[in-house]
């Protein structure tokens, strides 16, 4: 059987900066060049491909395995809840932790020269580089720019995502009118979509230009939560009434066909118009166990519910390589949907049935797609399987040597010589 497909997805970097909001302090600019952000690892090796990465968190640590192999290739010890955000450079990490975003290196990159590519591969290693955030937040990497949001300041970061592992130096660092559980992405003309809010009550969104002037606003989105980019950047913000499409220059809301009809996990992809999302109805539940995802088209701006055969969690959602809207249920299945029509193409045994934990920071099985290929955890095995997306078939299974909770993977990255 055929091993996961890691082709290289390089895409041009832009160094402009987004003006802030609130301009917080004068920052350097950031490094003219096209260089690596890292100079190589004193152990590093070049390999003949690339080698990509699954990092996944347990209680007391991180790990980092090989994404081909599934071998362990790190354990690093950490203390703590912590979160893992891809940074965005397809080497590098942003780990929540109580102290702010703190950088992994997965030890995994390539370097463009000419008409072909060196692949590298190091130790992994959890640095010593903190973006400082007294509640880390959400962070979004697109087209080469990542936002990170702190929800205790409402301040928002935005760096070159080449360049994520020399610290928050060459940052923009802007603010929010009132510090809230937020969310920001930078498209690649500069423009910023940030969220609006208090801590108390969000309300909706903002749109900056990238000369930091606001182009267009709306408070139509009550309790705004996680966002997704689809295809020719039409960016989808959750409400608790349906989502927010901004899309060339215009925002759309589109409403949930019921009057609670709360989407607050998206999952999107550059190859599809089409956002994938949860759908809760009940607004006094403490934990909803919903049965229907949603469908988002950014460019009708229409919604599409779509029934499934068992419920499913906020790590339940990923996106295959063609696009295709992959949802783990709780059934223990991977169903796989087509975005465009709604029609369940197919449903693929994973792992046994489970049950979503009270607690959302506890584990559960989680999903997440890395170049096509979809990887679950199984907690109560403590297993990791690989599942090809386009057939079903289980392609590896492998146990654990700690029960997992987190799940993120990484390619590696290209750089032009």
Same mark, same amino acid.
């Given at each position: ?11 041009? *970097? ?19 060049? +096209? ?9 590093? !090796?070049?390999?003949?491909?690339? !080698? ?40 590098? =990490?942003?780990?929540? @932790? ?5 950088? =992994? ?19 992994? #290693?959890?640095?010593?580089?903190? &973006? /400082? ?7 979004? /990497?697109? $087209? ?10 409402? @301040? ?17 660092? =802007? ?18 979509? #940030?969220?609006?809010? @208090? ?7 903002? #749109? ?23 295809? +020719? $950047? ?11 499409? &901004?899309?060339? %220059? ?15 996990? !998206?999952? %999107? ?9 949860? &759908? ?8 909803? *166990?919903?049965?229907?995802?949603? =469908? ?15 419920? &499913? ?8 390589? +063609? %696009? ?32 979503? /934990? ?60």
């Amino acid at each position: 059987m055929t091993s996961p497909r890691s082709p290289l997805r390089g895409r041009a *970097r832009r160094l402009g900066l987004v003006l802030p909001l609130t301009l917080l302090a004068a920052c350097a600019s950031t490094p003219a060049t +096209d260089a690596p952000a890292t100079d190589p690892a004193s152990d590093a !090796q070049e390999t003949a491909t690339l !080698q990509p990465r699954l990092v996944l968190t347990y209680d007391g640590g991180i790990q980092v395995l090989d994404a081909t192999t599934l071998e362990t290739l790190a354990d690093l010890p950490l203390d703590g809840f912590a979160r893992l955000n891809e940074a965005g450079d397809g080497r590098h =990490l942003l780990v929540s @932790t109580d102290g702010g975003f703190t950088v =992994l290196d997965a030890g995994a990159w390539a370097e463009a020269h000419g008409d072909h590519a060196h692949y590298y591969a190091a130790d992994p #290693v959890l640095t010593s580089t903190v &973006y /400082p955030a007294e509640k880390p937040g959400h962070v979004v /990497p697109h $087209e080469g720019r990542t936002a990170l949001f702190d929800d205790g300041t409402g @301040t928002v970061t935005v760096i070159d995502s080449a360049h994520v592992a020399d610290g928050p130096a060459g940052a923009r660092t =802007l603010s929010t009118p009132s510090a809230h559980h937020g969310v920001a992405v930078e498209l690649e003309d500069g423009t910023l979509v #940030v969220s609006e809010g @208090t801590e108390d009550v969000r309300t909706g969104i903002r #749109v900056l230009d990238a000369a930091g002037s606001e182009v267009t606003r709306t408070d139509e989105c009550p309790g705004v939560h996680g966002e997704a980019v689809a295809a +020719d $950047e039409a960016v989808v913000v959750g409400c608790e009434d349906g989502v927010l499409v &901004y899309r060339a %220059g215009t925002i759309t809301k589109v409403a949930s066909p019921d009057g609670y009809g709360r989407i607050g996990n !998206q999952a %999107g992809t550059e190859v599809s118009p089409v956002v994938l999302g949860d &759908y809760k109805t009940d607004p006094d539940a403490e934990l909803e *166990r919903p049965t229907r995802v949603s =469908l988002v088209d950014t460019v009708t701006g229409t919604l599409r519910l779509v029934d499934l055969p068992a419920s &499913y969690s906020f790590r339940s959602l990923g996106r295959g390589a +063609d %696009g295709a809207a992959l949802v783990l249920g709780t059934d223990g299945a991977l169903h796989v949907i087509d975005a465009t029509s709604g029609a369940i193409e197919r449903s693929a045994p994973v792992v046994e049935p489970w049950t979503e /934990p009270d607690d959302w920071q506890e584990p559960r099985p989680t999903l997440r797609v890395l170049d096509g290929m979809a990887y679950v955890t199984d907690p109560a095995e403590r297993r990791l399987h690989v599942v090809d997306p386009v057939t079903g078939e289980l392609w590896k299974s492998i146990a654990l040597t700690v029960t997992p909770n987190e799940l993120v993977g990484v390619v590696g990255a290209t750089h032009s010589h």
